[in-house]
Nanobody, 121 residues
Framework: QVQLVESGGGLVQAGGSLRLSCAAS????????VGWFRQAPGKEREFVVA????????YYADSVKGRFTISTDNVKNMAYLQMSTLKPEDTAVYYC??????????????WGQGTQVTVSS
């Protein structure tokens, strides 16, 4: 089992920055994938970015490329999402997820409880 806990959400003005953190515990393997997803009110959960705890290729949604950066610390079992140049349309609940297979769909086995990010215009 893998447990994930997100933190760092909040209210920020458009153009601002925010860093989300994801603390993982349990049976995390270095080749596991870690990703961030988000769900806005009335919309389906969508992929944001994913990589592997040990590093390697990283995949970003087109809507966040150049603005968001994922990073990991596989010694501390932490993942981070640095968000810059935030836009009101980035407002959503952000979820950290882990899985043995890296996918850009929402078919991941392990999810955190989510953290709210609100970007005001």
């Amino acid at each position: 089992q893998v447990q994930l806990v997100e933190s760092g959400g909040g209210l920020v003005q458009a153009g601002g920055s925010l860093r989300l953190s994801c603390a993982a515990s349990g049976r995390i393997f270095n080749n596991y994938a870690v990703g961030w997803f988000r769900q806005a009110p009335g919309k389906e959960r969508e992929f944001v970015v994913a990589t592997r705890w040990s590093g390697g290729n990283t995949y970003y949604a087109d809507s966040v490329k150049g603005r968001f950066t994922i990073s990991t610390d596989n010694v501390k079992n932490m993942a981070y999402l640095q968000m810059s140049t935030l836009k009101p349309e980035d407002t959503a609940v952000y979820y950290c997820a882990a899985n043995s297979v890296l996918r850009t769909t929402t078919q991941w086995n392990y999810w955190g409880q989510g953290t709210q990010v609100t970007v005001s215009s």
